[in-house]
């Protein structure tokens, strides 16, 4: 047997091959991290779109030129024009052939991207402890694979592109139009200084703003489930107003803040908007530039570029608002995404220890969910091969917590738990999985066909071995009775009931066939002809097996070889029944209150 | 999708869109004109007498300034009318909840309903403000300008009139495509969504059998085909996006190398050339802004079409002239029932078979009936139509003997009360959850409620009693906890009708035994017909009905039926056998 462990090598994190430099507090660029992979094709992508850009305003300068030529003193003959002409076609293909190229390839990068870091979050959610997937729920899973992941489309494949191209491009046109005419050309970049101005006004306190917006569409949306959810007790109750008017009126809450804060900001930022507009920058620049011409110190040929131009040197400022929420969605969704994939996971064995035989043995066990309050404490016992051991005590007793740790759910706090001499801990995954089965309470089927549901354990198993572990379970039958016989889906045409799942459960684990089997006994869902085949179906299932069995009826584990009484997370009593009873203890009393019970249901029966 | 926008506003919500709209257009049009107003002003600018250039350009200063004015009110307008838009339609959302039969709201619908009522209007609030702004001014810029270059150079014109339908139609082929594909790329997310959730939720499941990511395969394939969706939505969509693209570079270009050889052949003056490529460029950017806003407008079409989908929905039909129940009797005449086509779920539709099949019975005031049979038989279909749910597709459901389709709403609720297996508590106390069923119930009435149901050990054992929390959807309590407050708030009520279906489900050995005497006793008091799995629980009624297929095929008591030798007789036989099942040592 393999000595006790030291402490660091227990540590989660050192011993986490995935998160290399984790724990090490802030990281600072989750952007950067996230998109590695794909990092040259992005910068590529930024490289096109930034020729696209340039080029895009080429044939601004080319048609200003044409104005230069058109207007100068000796008349221009088509030799000056039409090179012109052909230049400000070439730049606008160019621009288009890069625009696209670079819109095609960030699109293909970020779709490369996507698939990775959902398939990387798929591994990394596997290896995570359950404890840590129960606690935090599986809406932070969904969250971060699927809309965190498409928040990311949104930042690399458009608004990267959006903000390289509304940089580059005004500042080649500002550039050509100071060459044309400094003092104008000044007055040009009035309006986006004007907008900044305005703009940063607008969003002055916006990320408290924004925080408060995102909590209240949080509790519009709490609050729709809610009602949606409820409308139908509610109704039966006669009482349908009252869900509509807490649904009312949380929504009128919202609408309440929202017309709050679009009136503080509604003059800043719509005037942002107004001295960018096309229309009023053309005002500008028409009017002066008119004073210009007539007084003379500009050419009207001059002014042309200014009005083809100048629009384009204000324009950033329109767009801008939009991205800066997208880029910091982005930011959020990768500081998610990261944070999930930071998430310590169970740690796999360095020096990997096959067990010798089947025999489990607990020792000195100890285990919280919280590092605060102990589920179960010191807890020693022993499961010999071919035995049946039954987990009884009242609710909350720590039954189902113990059980999970067999099948290694969740690490022990303290103390060890060893399967043919191994510690659970040493055994890797693969290996742990074959010899430890699971029947669980709380039965889950796939959508996937109910052969393929069978064969959760053993993918390669042939239809024959499928169909004899269904027979066995009793449910081959059912399975016969259906539209399409095993190859039915589950899930989406046919729904078994309760009773009939957990038979089906029941022959996945018989085909699994893992020498150790952890067993909930719960029928309570099950109809009585349920009852009667699931129960024929968990003694096929017990036959030479190492069993640990969830007992919730005492009178199903009386002949067990022993049996365990949990108390508040400790072994109080344990041994075969006739003994427990004579001992006079808990058991006893357990077992005297479940017949009184018993009496009273089957009373008027009799 | 300004009509979408006008169906969910609904007449009340119109008016203010109506006057953003006005807004909108004047103010598109205005752009217009001022932008044509500049080819005067740059003709006399660039021609012999620059000072000719004063009345044109204060016609100019005042059409862009009213431009920017009526702009200004748009933007305002744009943010009123879309918190406006979110109060409307919240509203609506919530009176349509109200007046859907019950049995619209299956699973998929409620989660379905939720997102709308929730996110999605939200979404939909920013429309007037950031989409339909860009798009009214991608329109009616443009046409104002087409229709101004007849005033400075009618062949100019005449090519922008023969461009106008061409690129129209590039943008509206491209918009067809992107849309189907928005479709297939819809499906793909929402499979893989699924599997994502499906995957998190069976961890324990796919461990224990050894499957982590790298064996779930339907969670991988479901990913591929996610981006394999998004695979083509790039390569299908990107040919329209690039011609649009394409075609007004292309008209640019055309109308550029036509002026020049104007210009060179004499036909076109210098002046009038360079205003009119300044007015050009004008309305290429214009009409391009509609490409831009065009991803976000297929996306509010489609939610304000679903939106408009729900509130469309046919209300549950009232009586003209309501009856009330003579007594608190049940009668099921020939009953029924198939999920329709456009009314049932999608997946129980699609077997189309009948789920109740000519179901007759009389359930006689203050007397226990059991419902049994396998799971699928029907059983919760009966109870749904006794409560009208649902409408029955054929015969009829009798409550004190009038017909339930004429009895008022408020009276039918009145009447019966019911117990499902799903408990669904909202987030309260235990008391206000359980006052729902009657807010001005006196401490007798409550405290009775919670003997009977056994809720009474609940409040004993948790240290706040009734002020207990139970959290989101019960979520702090425990299912057997749950249940004994919905129970509990059923009995409240005091209906003469009381249906429990699977009521007990949940409940532990001691609990559930104790339930079935008070039971029992209520009915001396109530009519009850009990769907139940327990026999323990059936063999006390005065009647039991055995549901099979959709189809009543035993009918009595206990001692007639065990007697009979039927289908209730081996369920009998069963449930004995089972109870006498013992888990044994395994041969080693």
Request: proline share 5%; with cysteine.
């Amino acid at each position: 047997m393999k000595s006790q462990p030291s402490e660091t090598g227990r540590d989660p994190v050192s011993r986490t091959p995935a998160a290399p430099g984790a724990g090490t507090g802030a990281r600072p660029r989750p952007l950067r991290e996230l998109t590695g992979p794909v990092r040259g094709r992005l910068a590529v992508a930024v490289g096109l779109q930034s020729v696209a850009a340039l080029a895009g305003v080429v044939p601004f300068i080319a048609v200003s030129e044409i104005a230069d030529r058109l207007t100068a003193d000796a008349p221009a003959d088509g030799d000056t024009l039409w090179p012109l002409v052909a230049l400000a076609c070439a730049a606008g293909l160019l621009a288009l052939a890069c625009g696209t190229a670079a819109g095609a390839l960030a699109h293909l990068a970020d779709n490369d991207l996507q698939l990775a870091l959902r398939r990387r979050l798929a591994r990394h959610i596997g290896r995570l402890p359950l404890g840590r997937l129960t606690e935090r729920g599986t809406g932070e899973v969904k969250q971060a694979v699927q809309d965190d992941v498409s928040a990311l489309h949104t930042l690399f494949a458009h608004t990267l592109l959006d903000i390289v191209a509304v940089l580059t491009a005004p500042l080649l046109a500002l550039a050509y139009l100071f060459t044309v005419d400094l003092r104008l050309g000044l007055v040009s970049v009035v309006p986006l200084l004007l907008g900044v101005y305005l703009f940063s006004r607008a969003m002055a306190g916006a990320a408290a703003q924004m925080a408060e917006f995102g909590a209240a569409v949080g509790r519009i949306s709490a609050a729709a489930v809610e009602f949606a959810s409820g409308i139908a007790v509610f109704k039966s109750f006669g009482r349908g107003r009252k869900a509509h008017e807490r649904f009312v009126d949380a929504t009128e809450g919202f609408a309440d803040f929202f017309s709050r804060w679009v009136r503080t900001t509604l003059v800043s930022s719509t005037a942002a908007v107004l001295v960018v507009a096309p229309a009023v920058v053309l005002l500008l620049l028409t009017v002066l530039g008119t004073v210009f011409v007539t007084q003379g110190w500009l050419t009207g040929a001059e002014l042309v570029p200014f009005l083809l131009l100048g629009p384009a040197v204000a324009a950033p400022m329109g767009v801008v608002g939009p991205r800066i929420q997208q880029i910091r969605a982005g930011q959020a969704a990768a500081v998610r995404i990261t944070e999930l994939l930071h998430a310590p996971t169970l740690p796999e064995p360095a020096t990997p220890v096959l067990p010798d035989g089947h025999h489990v043995r607990l020792r000195g066990v100890s285990f919280s969910y919280d590092g605060r309050t102990d589920v179960l404490h010191d807890v020693d016992l022993d499961l010999a091969p071919g035995t049946v051991t039954a987990l009884v005590g009242p609710s909350g007793s720590g039954k189902s917590t113990l059980a999970s740790l067999l099948p290694r759910f969740h690490d022990v706090t303290a103390g060890t738990v060893t399967l043919g001499g191994a510690d659970l801990r040493d055994i890797p995954a693969t290996e742990l999985y074959r010899r430890v089965g699971f029947v669980l309470q709380d039965v889950r089927l796939l959508r996937a066909s109910v052969g393929d549901n069978i064969r959760l354990g053993r993918p390669e198993a042939t239809d024959e071995e499928v169909e004899r572990c269904a027979r066995a379970a009793r449910i081959h039958d059912r399975i016969t009775a259906l539209p399409d016989g095993y190859a039915t889906e589950l899930g989406t045409a046919v729904t078994l009931s309760g009773g009939e799942a957990q038979r089906l459960s029941i022959a996945r684990a018989l085909l699994a066939d893992a020498p150790v089997l952890v067993l909930d006994e719960a029928t309570a869902y099950a109809d009585p002809h349920s009852e009667a085949l699931i129960q024929d179906a968990l003694s096929a299932l017990a036959a030479g097996r190492t069993l640990l069995v969830i007992a919730h009826r005492l009178s199903t584990v009386r002949s067990a070889d022993r049996i365990v009484v949990l108390e508040d997370g400790r072994v109080t009593e344990q041994g075969r029944h006739d003994d427990l009873l004579a001992a006079g203890g808990r058991y006893a009393t357990l077992w005297n209150a479940q017949r009184s019970a018993d009496d009273i249901r089957e009373g008027s029966a009799r | 999708m300004i009509r979408q926008l006008y169906g969910v506003l609904g007449p009340e919500g119109s008016r203010p869109l109506n006057r953003l709209l006005v807004l909108q257009c004047g103010a598109a049009v205005l752009q217009g004109v001022a932008f044509a107003l500049l080819v005067p002003v740059l003709r006399a600018l660039l021609g012999p007498r620059p000072d000719d250039v004063w009345p044109w350009l204060t016609a100019f200063a005042a059409c862009a300034l009213a431009h920017a004015l009526l702009q200004g009110a748009a933007i305002a307008g744009g943010f009123t009318v879309g918190s406006r838009l979110s109060r409307v339609l919240h509203r609506r959302m919530a009176d349509q909840a109200l007046r859907l039969p019950l049995g619209w709201f299956t699973t998929g619908r409620t989660a379905e309903f939720s997102r709308l009522a929730g996110q999605n209007v939200i979404q939909v609030m920013s429309t007037p403000a950031h989409l339909l702004r860009p798009f009214i001014s991608s329109l009616l810029t443009p046409a104002t300008l087409v229709i101004a270059t007849f005033f400075f150079d009618v062949r100019t014109a005449l090519v922008l009139l023969v461009c106008a339908p061409v690129l129209f139609a590039v943008q509206a082929g491209s918009s067809a495509v992107m849309r189907r594909l928005d479709l297939g790329r819809d499906a793909a997310i929402a499979e893989s969504a699924d599997r994502v959730l499906e995957y998190a939720r069976n961890q324990p499941v796919l461990r224990a059998f050894g499957r982590t990511a790298e064996g779930h395969g339907a969670l991988d394939d479901a990913l591929v085909a996610e981006a394999r969706a998004d695979r083509r939505l790039i390569a299908r969509g990107l040919p329209g996006l690039v011609s649009f693209s394409f075609a007004t570079r292309l008209v640019f270009a055309l109308l550029l190398a036509l002026g020049v050889s104007w210009q060179l052949d004499g036909s076109l003056t210098v002046p009038t050339l360079l205003s009119l490529l300044v007015l050009l460029v004008r309305l290429i950017d214009s009409v391009s802004s509609a490409a831009e806003a065009g991803a976000g407008m297929r996306i509010a079409r489609n939610t304000l079409e679903r939106l408009g989908a729900v509130l469309d929905e046919p209300p549950f039909p009232q009586p003209a002239e309501p009856k009330t129940p003579r007594d608190g009797s049940v009668e099921f005449t020939g009953v029924g029932f198939r999920y329709t086509e456009g009314g049932g779920d999608p997946v129980d539709a699609a077997a189309a078979r009948p789920v109740l099949n000519d179901v007759t019975f009389r359930l006689p005031e203050r007397s226990m009936t059991a419902l049994v049979g396998p799971s699928g038989a029907g059983k919760t279909t009966v109870a749904a139509l006794l409560a009208r749910f649902r409408d029955t597709t054929e015969g009829t459901v009798r409550i004190g003997g009038v017909d339930v389709r004429e009895i008022a709403a408020d009276d039918l609720t009145a009447h019966v009360s019911l117990v499902f297996q799903d408990v669904y508590l909202f987030d309260g106390t235990i008391e206000e959850n359980v006052r729902i069923a009657a807010p001005d119930a006196d401490a007798g009435a409550l405290a009775e409620a919670a003997a009977l149901s056994g809720l009474d050990r609940v409040i004993e054992e948790l240290p706040d009693g009734w002020a207990t929390k139970v959290g989101e959807g019960g979520a702090r309590l425990s299912g057997g906890q749950r249940q004994r407050v919905s129970i509990a708030r059923a009995l409240l009520k005091d209906a003469p009708i009381l249906v429990l279906d699977e009521a007990t489900a949940a409940l532990d050995q001691e609990n559930e035994a104790l339930f079935a005497t008070a039971v029992r006793a209520l009915a001396d008091r109530k009519t009850l017909l009990v769907v139940a799995h327990r026999l323990s629980t059936v063999v006390r009624a005065d009647q039991i009905l055995v549901l099979e297929d959709g189809r009543i095929t035993e009918r009595g008591t206990h001692d007639d039926l065990v007697a009979a030798g039927g289908t209730y007789a081996s369920f009998w036989e069963r449930r004995a056998r089972a109870h006498g099942w013992r888990l044994a040592a395994a041969p080693s």
